[in-house]
Nanobody, 123 residues
Framework: QVQLVESGGGLVQTGGSLRLSCAAS????????MGWFRQAPGKEREFLAA????????YYADSVKGRFTISRDNTKNTVYLQMNSLKPEDTAVYYC????????????????WGQGTQVTVSS
């Protein structure tokens, strides 16, 4: 069983930055590839970024490439999402998740999810 807890969301103005954190339970965190997703009202959950257990390989959705950065600190069992140049369309609930195999881009390839943290970008 893996528990994931996101934090760091909030209200920010257009052009601002936020750093989300996702703290994971478990002694084998370094074995987990992790991902970040978001879901806006009335929309499907959207892949944003993923990172391998070692942190050496990262994947990004085109919509956030160059603005968002995924990273991890395995000594703290935590994965981060640094978000810069935020836009109103980035407003959503942001989730971290543990990847279990296959493509990184599909929600169905993740087996544990956090409860989400709200990010609101005002114009």
């Amino acid at each position: 069983q893996v528990q994931l807890v996101e934090s760091g969301g909030g209200l920010v103005q257009t052009g601002g930055s936020l750093r989300l954190s996702c703290a994971a339970s478990g002694r084998t965190f370094t074995m987990y590839d992790m991902g970040w997703f978001r879901q806006a009202p009335g929309k499907e959950r959207e892949f944003l970024a993923a990172i391998t257990g070692s942190g050496h390989i990262r994947y990004y959705a085109d919509s956030v490439k160059g603005r968002f950065t995924i990273s991890r600190d395995n000594t703290k069992n935590t994965v981060y999402l640094q978000m810069n140049s935020l836009k109103p369309e980035d407003t959503a609930v942001y989730y971290c998740a543990k990847h279990y195999g296959g493509t990184y881009y599909a929600t169905g390839r993740y087996d544990y999810w956090g409860q989400g943290t709200q990010v609101t970008v005002s114009s």
